[in-house]
């Protein structure tokens, strides 16, 4: 990647950031035939991307606030996400539990209709539950007062492994995609912004690319790249952080999810079966600074336990969270709304006086539309060759390439299938295919987001550090200091992912 970069003088199109929008962006330009290049400062995915609650939905609470339109968008964007990689996607069934007859009504009217939105796409009908119907399908749940429930059908994934093989797949169409490469700063004609000043944090080296176009998808950190044109750029986006709790399934067996669509502050709870594990959220807390690996508050923590506690007859505590894990939802300001709750989940799109395309708001599931809206702007803007978006099924990822070059390097030395931890199951080929075919750099890269044991265990993830670091030392030619730091950072970091 670097090399193309050093060989490669003007390009259609500079993406920054490397979270879903900007994948996605890449992956549309590339596979429309432009020249594309998307640079991310730290690895792929490591922002709000990779700390999703893991949901290819619709929104059923935007449906309450009767925004139809986004509902329907996201719903489509769902069935299409769900067939175009359907290796990292899955249909999750949800129970909303209610406690009156009309609360009853009420939901299974609105479900019905958010499942007669989906049009073809449905992942499956909608249903009412008596009380006994659904203690039997959710059996942690507390019985006191209930009435019944509703079932319905949504999606879920693994988000760092789509944004994974959404560079994978942009590589395949021709794209450059550099992580731990940060954009400082650009060039300009007049006014027109006619490139881009790099920095490849790793080597510490410094690229001047020329751009006939260039996306800003850099989620909550976009007025910074903003004001990298024009210093006095007003802020545009709001950070609101929202905290996941990972917790042992025999906390709440079973395979359905549970959804409490409104809790006594009127926020959304689910508790979502996951890797074997269960995940728990998520807040709404509104934030001044947006950090890299934002920190989760007492108060966040409190008030999830509190409530799920509340739903279930299972008490868990602190000590029992095997990880948590904290992301920043980039809301667009709208003036003169405060909470961040009320602010905009849709997409926003800005062009700057310089030509830059501002894409960011929106959410994971309809990551693909933002891409396809921003690169026709882009191209548009820039007076590209006009070419038609191929990405509304295109797939995504080839997993029987990756399977079948983790089979060989088994097949040449079997040890490569031994488990990095025995309760998980990821093997050492793993670790090899991310450095090899993946651009993993570090040992967070490979724990954290091209598996996901961090997120699932954080203990585990350290005890497995040392491991991972040995097995990418032998692979990239690091030596024992490097192994040793590695592991290092690597532990301070999953610390944070621990209740202390
Ligand atoms: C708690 C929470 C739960 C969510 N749950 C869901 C869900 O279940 N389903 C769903 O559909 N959506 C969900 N979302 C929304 C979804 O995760 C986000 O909308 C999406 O991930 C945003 O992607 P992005 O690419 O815009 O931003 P990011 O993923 O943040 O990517 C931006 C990237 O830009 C990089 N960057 C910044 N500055 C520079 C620079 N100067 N140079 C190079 N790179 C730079 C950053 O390092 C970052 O990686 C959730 C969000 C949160 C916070």
């Avoid at 594309?36 to 619709?58: I, M, N, P």
């Avoid at 935007?62 to 996400?81: C, D, F, H, P, S």
Wanted: charged share 20%; glycine share 8%; net charge neutral.
């Amino acid at each position: 990647m670097l090399q193309q970069l050093d060989a490669t003088s003007e390009w259609d199109m500079v993406i920054i950031g490397g979270g879903a929008t900007g994948l996605g962006a890449a992956v549309d330009a590339a596979s429309r035939g432009y020249k594309t290049l998307l640079v991310e400062q730290y690895d792929f995915a490591k922002g709000t991307s990779s700390r999703s609650t893991k949901l290819v939905h619709g929104g059923v609470r935007y449906l309450a606030q009767g925004n139809i339109k986004l509902v329907r968008e996201a719903l489509r964007e769902r069935g299409r996400l769900l067939n175009n990689a359907p290796h990292l996607t899955s249909i999750q069934t949800f129970i909303i539990p209610v406690f009156s007859w009309w609360e009853k009504g009420y939901y299974a009217i609105g479900l019905y209709l958010y499942d007669l939105l989906s049009g073809s796409l449905s992942l499956g009908k909608t249903q009412v539950l008596s009380k006994k119907q659904l203690m039997a399908r959710l059996p942690a749940i507390n019985p006191k007062g209930l009435f019944g429930g509703i079932l319905y059908f949504d999606g879920q994934f693994d988000d760092s492994r789509l944004s994974i093989d959404l560079a994978a797949t942009a590589t395949v169409h021709g794209a450059t995609l550099v992580n731990y490469c940060r954009a400082a700063g650009f060039t300009k004609d007049g006014k027109k912004i006619t490139g881009v000043t790099l920095v490849d944090t790793i080597n510490n080296r410094t690229y001047q690319v020329s751009a006939r176009s260039v996306i800003n998808a850099t989620g909550v950190f976009t007025d910074s790249v903003m004001q990298m044109e024009d210093a006095a750029k007003h802020d545009m986006v709001s950070p609101s952080q929202g905290i996941h709790l990972v917790v042992d399934p025999f906390f709440f067996p079973g395979t359905d999810a549970l959804m409490i669509p409104k809790t006594d502050d009127g926020r959304v709870l689910f508790a979502v079966p996951w890797h074997n594990k269960i995940v728990l959220g998520t807040t709404d807390t509104p934030i001044e600074t947006a950090a890299i690996e934002p920190l989760p508050l007492e108060e966040e923590i409190g008030f999830i336990l509190k409530h799920i506690n509340r739903y279930c007859t299972s008490q868990i505590k602190r000590s029992d969270v095997q990880s948590v894990f904290v992301g920043l939802r980039p809301l667009v300001k709208h003036k003169g709304q405060k909470k961040t709750a009320l602010l905009s989940r849709d997409h926003t799109l800005v062009v700057s006086p310089g030509g830059m395309v501002t894409i960011t708001g929106g959410k994971w599931t309809t990551y693909r539309k933002m891409a396809e809206d921003a690169v026709d702007n882009a191209v548009f803007i820039a007076k590209l060759p006009s070419k038609e978006c191929i990405t509304a099924d295109l797939p995504i990822g080839n997993p029987r390439n990756r399977n079948g070059w983790m089979e060989r390097l088994i097949n040449q030395n079997p040890a490569m299938a031994d488990l990095l931890h025995p309760q998980y199951p990821y093997i050492k080929a793993e670790v090899v295919y991310a450095v090899t075919k993946e651009m993993a750099q570090t040992v967070e890269d490979v724990l954290a987001r091209r598996t996901r044991l961090l997120f699932l265990d954080a203990h585990a993830a350290m005890s497995t550090a040392p491991m991972v670091a040995s097995l990418m030392a032998a692979e990239m030619g690091k030596d024992a200091e490097w192994e040793e730091e590695q592991v290092k950072v690597f532990t301070q970091l999953a610390h944070q992912y621990l209740l202390s």
